[in-house]
């Protein structure tokens, strides 16, 4: 997701681009003084922004940025793989304090590491795999020291992870770990609703409405947690995600709600209700507030939601290629709405 | 800087609690438990990837909890409408439920397997009285299908005429469906001492004897092995 800096630097670009473009073409003439202060203004935001790291100045710069975050997500895959499976073919020969010295030390010593990573090459990519692997290795750190130890697994390890990586995302403005983070929170206080039924904490897992309660709070927490500004859309795409699937689960399984021991069918019928209302919602508050991944995960989870509607209504009923042919008419019945909302954006702009 | 001290705080501080919680219940066990241990309960160790430990192994015909009537069904947390399905065979109507946790008491068997009988299951550790006989570990107890029948035979299995396969009797039944945990670290001196004694054997042609300690705060290792 390109951060509000980037952004920046491709409005200066494309005004660059557009102003040659309306001069040759006649359209204005500007004075060279004036052309001067504005292109000297622009040379020293765009100094500016580029000395923050995070941006790329040119199209090649970016295509090299692409690949640099692709090699960061593997570097970080292989590098706690490498760690997972030196700990794993070592662990049987080494006493005690070996072990716990060799799931401890690792979080501890990569931290610094991140610190000075993130001081030393500014544009964070060295410093996000790191912290990844950071993050990873203090998960195996608190497994095996259940597993030494022989203790019942426990939600705290989500917490303590989540909140580890959190502070690392926010601590150096690191998107890696802020996911990490999130999911790590998240499935925390998704799995507080075991607390009231009773249940084990990983059945917590298999109740929905915890999960739509996450969503929503997800979806509020750039609202009042100042951060870097690029963390926004990452907090509300997870909080859309985790409202659309657990809509369009409990849609379909309503032995998944809290109210689970009376009748799943009226629930499913509830929740189909809730679905009908709550998506289109979604969306339009997504197009309302220009948040493009909210409008986008909405319009997804709306697709979705009709065709799984589709099936339970008509499967059964018409002939296959009936059914194809209206879920074919339905497509362009989309298209069509999705156009005449884009029109008068479109007037407006 | 402060959020990294932060973060390695939050190491520090994860990795204390831990170990002093399990330090202070290793300090002095609550019980003792003598068990057998044979090649085939054992994971782990040497140059397996995983790590070394002892297996908690149910006996299959075990797994139904004995003695578990419906007020104690309803102790740990299931509702009416799952407790009048105990007893009965499987039907349409019935719902695979959550399952709910329980302490449960385990008494290793004598037999050639060795393996683990499930004697009682309580909501509470307090509940369940410890003894030398058994340990007590967390579970998690389900109602599911039980089936009595005899097993298809494979003349059966390509029967496709209606009513050509043997019908299951699917028997709803309260049963341990998950030890937590399920298996006992063992560490680098004492899966030296099984290995070597129990090398060359196979499932549970041999024994050798392991003691099992148990904390008080429901804590379970094993302390030595013979």
Redesign the interface.
């Known amino acids: 997701m390109a951060s509000a800096d980037q952004l920046r630097v491709s409005a200066i670009v494309a005004f660059r681009e557009e102003l040659a473009r309306l001069e040759a073409e006649g359209v204005i003439a500007l004075d060279p003084s004036t052309r001067e202060r504005i292109r000297a203004h622009h040379d020293a935001t765009l100094l500016a922004l580029a000395a923050s790291g995070d941006v790329d100045l040119t199209a090649a710069a970016a295509r090299l940025s692409a690949g640099m975050r692709v090699a960061t997500l593997l570097g970080t895959i292989a590098l706690s793989a490498a760690y997972g499976f030196f700990v794993s073919s070592h662990w049987g020969a080494l006493a005690l304090p070996l072990q716990l010295a060799l799931v401890t030390l690792p979080p501890l010593l990569l931290v610094p590491l991140v610190h000075v990573s993130a001081a030393r090459e500014r544009s964070g990519y060295v410093a996000a795999l790191i912290a990844a692997v950071a993050v990873i290795a203090f998960a195996v750190n608190l497994g095996t020291l259940g597993q030494l130890f022989n203790l019942p697994d426990s939600r705290g390890a989500l917490l303590a992870v989540g909140t580890f990586a959190m502070l690392l995302a926010y601590g150096y403005g690191l998107t890696l770990p802020l996911i990490i983070g999130i999911g790590g929170v998240g499935g925390w206080l998704w799995t507080l609703g075991a607390i009231p039924l009773g249940l084990w904490w990983r059945d917590g897992f298999s109740v929905i409405e915890p999960l739509l309660l996450v969503g929503l709070l997800a979806l509020a927490v750039p609202s009042w947690i100042r951060g870097p500004v690029k963390f926004a859309p990452w907090w509300r795409g997870a909080g859309a995600t985790a409202l659309v699937a657990g809509l369009l689960m409990a849609t379909t399984e309503g032995s998944l709600s809290v109210f689970a021991p009376s009748d799943p069918r009226a629930i499913e019928l509830g929740y189909k209700l809730l679905g009908a209302v709550a998506l289109p919602a979604l969306v339009m508050w997504g197009i309302r507030r220009d948040q493009r991944l909210v409008m986008q995960i909405g319009s997804a989870g709306a697709v979705l939601y009709l065709y799984m509607r589709l099936v339970d209504w008509f499967w059964d009923l018409v002939p296959k290629w009936l059914f194809f042919l209206l879920v074919g008419a339905l497509a362009l019945v989309i298209l069509l709405v999705l156009r005449r909302l884009r029109r008068p954006q479109a007037e407006a702009r | ?4 001290v ?3 705080a ?3 501080a ?2 204390v609690a ?2 002093v919680s ?1 330090g202070r219940e290793r300090a002095a066990p609550v019980t003792l438990t003598t068990i057998d241990v044979c090649a085939g309960h054992m994971i ?10 002892i297996r908690l192994v149910i006996a299959q015909d075990s797994l139904p909890v004995p003695g578990l009537d419906a007020p104690g069904l309803r102790l740990l ?1 299931f ?1 009416d ?1 799952a407790i009048a399905a105990v007893g009965r065979e499987r039907d349409s109507t019935f ?1 695979s ?5 329980a302490w449960v008491r385990l008494r290793q068997r004598t037999d050639s397997l060795a393996e683990w009988a499930v004697v009682e299951v309580a909501p509470l550790r307090d509940q369940l009285v410890p003894d030398a006989a058994s340990i007590v570990v ?1 579970g ?1 107890v389900g109602l599911r299908e039980r089936r009595s029948g005899p097993p298809p035979s494979p003349a059966a299995a390509h029967d496709h005429r209606p009513g050509g396969q043997v019908r299951d009797r699917g028997i709803i039944d309260a049963q341990v469906v998950e030890l ?2 399920s ?3 063992l ?3 004492q ?1 030296a001492v099984l290995r070597g004694a129990l090398a060359d054997t196979r499932g549970c042609a041999k024994q050798q004897q392991a003691v099992v300690a148990g904390g008080a705060k429901g ?3 094993v302390e030595s092995v013979r």
């Open positions: 800087m402060r959020w990294a932060s973060a390695m939050l190491v520090v994860a990795n831990v170990l399990a782990g160790g040497g140059t397996s990837d995983e790590a070394p430990a947390g509702g409408a719902r439920l959550r399952p709910q946790p967390r998690l937590i945990p298996q006992l670290h560490d680098h001196g899966v804590g379970i290792w």
